[in-house]
């Protein structure tokens, strides 16, 4: 069936280090890709997404390129700050169905100063 | 902006009890979710609803049942809590188009 696989956490990273946090899926048919950000105490909140191969998201100076022939969704920030310290999960949905969405187990992120 | 709540943060029950989880959304979404949150296992879904009165199974429906009698309410039940239940359970809504899912902050529910 359709699944994401993340890296697993904690990550963690000093202030104004690069991120990456590694995303696959496996998935039968064309899904939409997405990666929300849960911050301590919250619940989830959209972060970007892209709809189609090649397609890049960005929010917040978060970056994830849909790429079909690794069937990867990496998101990647080139400066983190500690307010960036969350859960980020990626998770994959298709159109037309309900707005399910399938979710990674999530990728704990600790920056420090 | 939407506004995604669930009527408690923290509720500790026992083994047995039933259990009401209630959540509210205030933008006439159509779809409701229910999803419980583990550590690594990430985000599962238990049911899902698309219209009042109308339920769909998820990934992990068994031991839960839902009620959707109004558009902007959608209940969690446990029907006999147990240990195993105990876990971070969020409701999202959105509406039919194809758009992002709105949070609520989530219930820790623990079951003794």
């Known amino acids: 069936g359709d699944s994401v696989t993340q890296m697993e956490g904690p990550v963690t990273l000093s202030e104004e280090a690069f991120l990456t946090i590694n995303c696959t899926y496996t998935?039968?048919?064309?899904?939409?890709l997405f990666w929300y950000v849960q911050y301590p105490g919250e619940g989830l909140q959209l972060l970007l997404k892209a709809t189609k191969a090649d397609d890049k998201g960005s929010n917040k100076g978060f970056e994830a390129t849909y790429r079909k022939e690794t069937t990867s969704f990496h998101l990647e920030k080139g400066s983190v700050q500690v307010s960036d310290s969350a859960v980020y999960f990626c998770?994959?949905?298709?159109?037309?169905?309900?707005?399910?969405?399938?979710f990674g187990a999530g990728t704990r992120l600790a920056v420090h100063p | 902006d939407v506004k995604v709540t669930q009527s408690s943060r923290y509720l500790v029950k026992r083994t047995g009890e039933k259990v009401f989880l209630e959540c509210v959304q205030d933008m006439d979404h159509e779809n409701m979710f229910w999803y419980r949150q583990d550590p690594g296992l990430g985000l599962r879904l238990i049911y899902f609803?698309?219209?009042?009165?109308?339920?769909e199974k998820g990934d992990i429906p068994e031991g839960y049942s839902v009620s959707r009698e109004k558009k902007e309410r959608f209940s969690l039940i446990l029907e006999s809590a147990s240990t195993n239940q105990t876990s971070m359970y969020l409701c999202?809504?959105?509406?039919?188009?194809?758009?992002?899912?709105?949070f609520g902050n989530g219930t820790r529910l623990t079951v003794t």
């Open positions: 998770a994959l949905g298709f159109s037309g169905g309900y707005n399910k969405l399938i």
């Open positions: 998935a039968t048919g064309y899904p939409s």
């Open positions: 999202a809504s959105s509406p039919p188009s194809y758009s992002p899912l709105h």
């Open positions: 609803s698309y219209d009042v009165k109308m339920k």
